[in-house]
């Protein structure tokens, strides 16, 4: 990963938001890591751990709380207006309701065309038309779709919809915020594979938020772990599933279904089951996040927040039972 081209990289980034009188959310909670271009980056964590609020934050959706966000160099939050209108051509986000994400009285080629609109991408009308007919094309739809709504479209293809949309202003990069979690399973897996034969037909990036590590593997050259705003592991694909270190880690892959009945009957007894809910992110204490939940806490854990480090293999973990704080 070292002679790779950052396309991203987010420095000590904190997103907070005031809920009340002396009640802080800490959504994204000093978080630092890079994304390569070319690459997939999975984000995983339970609902409220702050990874949504963390790849809205990295495409400037939100304004930050504190720490830097660069894209190609360039702070995301303190661009000009033009640096700013190039920047979101550059990025898309493909949301994770398609139900609600597309406009219902718009045919789908304004839903498309409205994206080559604003960025003045054809020329003409015909070339407009043309450019509709090629990306519904590229997502497995058909110009006989083009003058259609979206109610008359099952979930699948209003998903394709949301791609088409994306890709029409060209873009660099993408957060797909959970773009396969209101599909049917039989769907999501060819909504994955679209996104990935998308990536290597155009060279995208991807920042890919999900709740849990099954899809993300297939999907991710690189995962990182987040729990309630804070990173707690991030490494290849490959290596988390071979040697997952933080006991977060553990309980979420763990707590992947195996496909087979009696494999996954055989397998319960031996599953990481995490106890209680995410604790609330307001106003949290010192120490370790996930202290509360974890079987192997001691001491230090509810004193001291344990900071990402190297744990050699392109692998960083945040623990300290992990990351060699305890001898
Ligand atoms: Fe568990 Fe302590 Fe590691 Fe946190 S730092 S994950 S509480 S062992």
């Given at each position: 990963?070292?002679?790779?081209?950052?396309?991203?990289?987010?420095?000590?980034?904190?997103?907070?938001?005031?809920?009340?009188?002396?009640?802080?959310?800490?959504?994204?909670?000093?978080?630092?890591?890079?994304?390569?271009?070319?690459?997939?980056?999975?984000?995983?964590?339970?609902?409220?751990?702050?990874?949504?609020?963390?790849?809205?934050?990295?495409?400037?959706?939100?304004?930050?709380?504190?720490?830097?966000?660069?894209?190609?160099?360039?702070?995301?939050?303190?661009?000009?207006?033009?640096?700013?209108?190039?920047?979101?051509?550059n990025v898309q986000m493909v949301f994770q309701d398609p139900y609600s994400s597309l406009n219902p009285r718009m045919t789908?080629?304004?839903?498309?065309?409205?994206?080559?609109?604003?960025?003045?991408?054809?020329?003409?009308?015909?070339?407009?038309?043309?450019?509709?007919?090629?990306?519904?094309?590229?997502?497995?739809?058909?110009?006989?779709?083009?003058?259609?709504?979206?109610?008359?479209?099952?979930?699948?293809?209003?998903?394709?919809?949301?791609?088409?949309?994306?890709?029409?202003?060209?873009?660099?990069f993408m957060v797909l915020d959970e773009p396969i979690s209101a599909l049917d399973v039989s769907i999501q897996a060819q909504?994955?594979?679209?996104?990935?034969?998308?990536?290597?037909?155009?060279?995208?990036?991807?920042?890919?938020?999900?709740?849990?590590?099954?899809?993300?593997?297939?999907?991710?050259?690189?995962?990182?772990?987040?729990?309630?705003?804070?990173?707690?592991?991030?490494?290849?694909?490959?290596?988390?599933?071979?040697?997952?270190?933080?006991?977060?880690?553990?309980?979420?892959?763990?707590?992947?279904?195996?496909?087979?009945?009696?494999?996954?009957?055989?397998?319960d007894k031996n599953k990481i089951r995490l106890q209680g809910e995410v604790p609330s992110p307001i106003n949290t204490k010192?120490?370790?996040?996930?202290?509360?939940?974890?079987?192997?806490?001691?001491?230090?854990?509810?004193?001291?927040?344990?900071?990402?480090?190297?744990?050699?293999?392109?692998?960083?973990?945040?623990?300290?039972?992990?990351?060699?704080?305890?001898?």
């Amino acid at each position: 990963m070292e002679n790779k081209e950052v396309l991203f990289s987010i420095e000590h980034l904190k997103k907070y938001f005031n809920v009340g009188r002396d009640a802080v959310l800490k959504a994204v909670d000093d978080v630092s890591f890079e994304i390569y271009k070319g690459e997939t980056l999975g984000m995983v964590g339970e609902s409220g751990c702050g990874k949504t609020t963390c790849g809205r934050t990295t495409i400037g959706l939100y304004d930050k709380t504190d720490g830097k966000v660069l894209f190609k160099g360039k702070d995301v939050h303190a661009m000009t207006a033009k640096e700013k209108f190039e920047f979101k051509k550059n990025v898309q986000m493909v949301f994770q309701d398609p139900y609600s994400s597309l406009n219902p009285r718009m045919t789908v080629a304004d839903i498309i065309g409205e994206g080559i609109d604003i960025h003045k991408l054809a020329k003409n009308k015909e070339e407009r038309q043309q450019m509709i007919y090629k990306y519904l094309e590229l997502v497995g739809l058909n110009k006989e779709h083009a003058n259609r709504f979206v109610h008359e479209f099952s979930g699948g293809q209003r998903q394709r919809i949301g791609i088409a949309r994306a890709l029409a202003v060209q873009p660099e990069f993408m957060v797909l915020d959970e773009p396969i979690s209101a599909l049917d399973v039989s769907i999501q897996a060819q909504i994955v594979n679209l996104l990935i034969d998308l990536q290597k037909k155009m060279g995208l990036t991807y920042l890919f938020v999900a709740h849990d590590l099954s899809m993300v593997k297939h999907i991710s050259d690189r995962v990182a772990v987040l729990y309630l705003g804070t990173l707690v592991e991030l490494t290849t694909s490959e290596e988390l599933y071979k040697n997952p270190n933080h006991p977060y880690t553990k309980a979420l892959l763990s707590a992947i279904p195996i496909p087979d009945p009696k494999i996954e009957a055989q397998n319960d007894k031996n599953k990481i089951r995490l106890q209680g809910e995410v604790p609330s992110p307001i106003n949290t204490k010192a120490g370790c996040k996930f202290a509360g939940r974890c079987q192997y806490a001691i001491d230090i854990c509810e004193k001291q927040m344990p900071q990402l480090k190297d744990i050699g293999n392109n692998h960083f973990v945040a623990c300290h039972l992990c990351s060699g704080d305890i001898k």
